[in-house]
């Protein structure tokens, strides 16, 4: 099945969306305790509001390695489903992270942008996405050639269901806007740790 399901859109074309709600569409349609490694930040606090997983990883405080860490995941459990939910500003740290997931074709990894073309959690700075850098495009030229942006969130759940039966890799690019997390994520890192040893099933209960 080719990807996107649907006709293929530019950033420009791409309606822009809510995150947590697009956050909720995602986690509504994970039945396999898929891992899902959410980015510093409101992609973050949002994955949180949704309801929380033991097989859900809060990153606190690590810029740009939602990515490497969804990686990592995906390499230590091949046959468990992994996503990575960053932002733009923070993949724009980390653009070398698509291209190894591009040459090691890592079959069971999606990675979904959320750009709303600023640094939103420390002020609002405008991020790159905003003055014409491409996520989809960028990742692309990387080697991922199964990416594209949402163009609603109907075509955005159709993406993560596609992903979550079919190899990847995937990259989904979101245009969202800038409204603020419902929730805040608890920031005890041993404690979120903890738990999502546990959810993976490397740490006994």
């Known amino acids: 099945m080719a990807f996107p399901p649907n006709q293929p859109v530019s950033r420009e074309q791409a309606k822009v969306m809510n995150r947590f709600d697009i956050t909720k569409r995602m986690v509504a349609l994970l039945r396999n305790e898929e891992a899902v490694i959410g980015g510093i930040g409101y992609t973050n606090f949002d994955l949180w509001g949704a309801g929380q997983r033991p097989q859900n990883f809060y ?6 390695l939602a990515v490497p860490i969804g990686m990592g995941v995906a390499l230590a459990q091949p046959r468990r ?6 932002g733009d500003g923070s993949i724009l740290m980390e653009l070398g992270s698509l291209a190894t997931v591009a040459a090691r074709k890592q079959k069971n990894l999606t990675v979904v942008i959320m750009d709303n073309g600023a640094y939103q959690i420390t002020g609002g700075q405008t991020a790159l996405t905003a003055e014409g850098a491409d996520i989809v495009a960028i990742a692309k030229g ?3 050639t199964q990416s594209a942006w949402a163009a609603d969130e109907s075509a955005f759940e159709e993406m993560i269901a596609l992903s979550l039966r079919e190899d990847g890799p995937w990259l989904i690019g979101c245009r969202i806007d800038s409204a603020k997390p419902v929730e805040t994520t608890e920031r005890d890192p041993p404690i979120l740790k903890d738990r999502f040893m546990r959810g993976l099933g490397v740490k006994g209960s």
């Open 81 to 86: 489903k992994v996503i990575a939910l960053e």
């Open 59 to 64: 990153m606190l405080g690590s810029m740009g």
């Open 142 to 144: 990387c080697g991922l």
